[in-house]
């Protein structure tokens, strides 16, 4: 059985587009994960609710990840009444996997900043590492004046410089990682709907063949 760190990659995914698929397979590839799940929310307690139904945005995820054999899909987000916390979540997955095995919370930048106002965010690090997609242009160095001193603190006591160090301990460490850029938002591609632009080639053509079929977003 492997003891590679297993990716979790949580979000509303509305919809799923190549920079969350980007994200994934550089960090997999770089950081040499088991594989990367991926956690559609169901009901999201840090934003606004989903602009489609947690069963849309989960079927376009599996769309999505069709045919890679280091993507996988996870629904437990979507069957939770209420709202879901990651916290949970990935106390749901230290149980099942046990004690000993790494796992990885991979975020970008801008949702690592704002990691301290996540539910009991400081028990995220006994469950899992965190692992930060660093993009071109966001230089690290930066961070420090963004970032509230709690969560300055738990970054400077936990990065890891070697980011192959998470596979040696199940959780705990913080680790960077640069990634390339693809300046892609869920927010674009809905307002490209809503104006009858196409978004053709910022997401999966099955996942845009799904939204056109379903006539998603376009109010």
Same mark, same amino acid.
């Given at each position: 059985?492997?003891?590679?760190?297993?990716?979790?990659?949580?979000? %509303?995914?509305?919809?799923?587009?190549?920079?969350?698929?980007?994200?994934?397979?550089?960090?997999?590839?770089?950081?040499?994960?088991?594989?990367?799940?991926?956690?559609?929310?169901? %009901?999201?307690?840090?934003?606004?609710?989903?602009?489609?139904?947690?069963?849309?945005?989960?079927?376009?995820?599996?769309?999505?990840?069709?045919?890679?054999?280091?993507?996988?899909?996870?629904?437990?987000?979507?069957?939770?009444?209420?709202?879901?916390?990651?916290?949970? %979540?990935?106390?749901?997955?230290?149980?099942?996997?046990?004690?000993?095995?790494?796992?990885?919370?991979?975020?970008?930048?801008?949702?690592?900043?704002?990691?301290?106002?996540w539910s009991r965010w400081h028990e995220l690090f006994n469950l899992a590492h965190i692992v930060v997609a660093h993009r071109p242009g966001f230089p690290v160095?930066?961070?420090?004046?963004?970032?509230?001193?709690?969560?300055?603190?738990?970054?400077?006591?936990?990065?890891?410089?070697?980011?192959?160090?998470?596979?040696?301990a199940p959780a705990g460490g913080v680790v960077v990682i640069a990634i390339a850029a693809l300046d892609i938002s869920a927010t674009m591609i809905r307002d490209?709907?809503?104006?009858?632009?196409?978004?053709?080639?910022?997401?999966?053509?099955?996942?845009?063949?799904?939204?056109?079929?379903?006539?998603?977003?376009?109010?």
């Amino acid at each position: 059985m492997s003891t590679a760190p297993i990716g979790i990659l949580g979000g %509303t995914f509305d919809p799923i587009h190549f920079g969350h698929l980007r994200l994934a397979q550089e960090l997999a590839e770089k950081l040499k994960l088991d594989h990367v799940r991926f956690i559609p929310s169901g %009901t999201p307690p840090h934003r606004g609710a989903p602009r489609v139904s947690a069963a849309d945005r989960l079927a376009m995820v599996g769309l999505a990840v069709e045919g890679n054999v280091l993507f996988t899909v996870d629904d437990r987000e979507t069957k939770r009444a209420g709202p879901g916390y990651m916290v949970d %979540t990935l106390a749901e997955l230290r149980a099942e996997v046990g004690a000993n095995r790494p796992l990885a919370l991979l975020l970008g930048a801008d949702a690592f900043l704002e990691l301290a106002t996540w539910s009991r965010w400081h028990e995220l690090f006994n469950l899992a590492h965190i692992v930060v997609a660093h993009r071109p242009g966001f230089p690290v160095g930066a961070w420090h004046n963004r970032m509230p001193q709690p969560l300055a603190r738990e970054y400077a006591s936990r990065t890891m410089q070697q980011p192959f160090a998470a596979h040696l301990a199940p959780a705990g460490g913080v680790v960077v990682i640069a990634i390339a850029a693809l300046d892609i938002s869920a927010t674009m591609i809905r307002d490209c709907i809503r104006s009858r632009a196409s978004p053709r080639y910022l997401l999966p053509d099955s996942v845009l063949d799904y939204i056109q079929a379903r006539r998603l977003y376009v109010q």
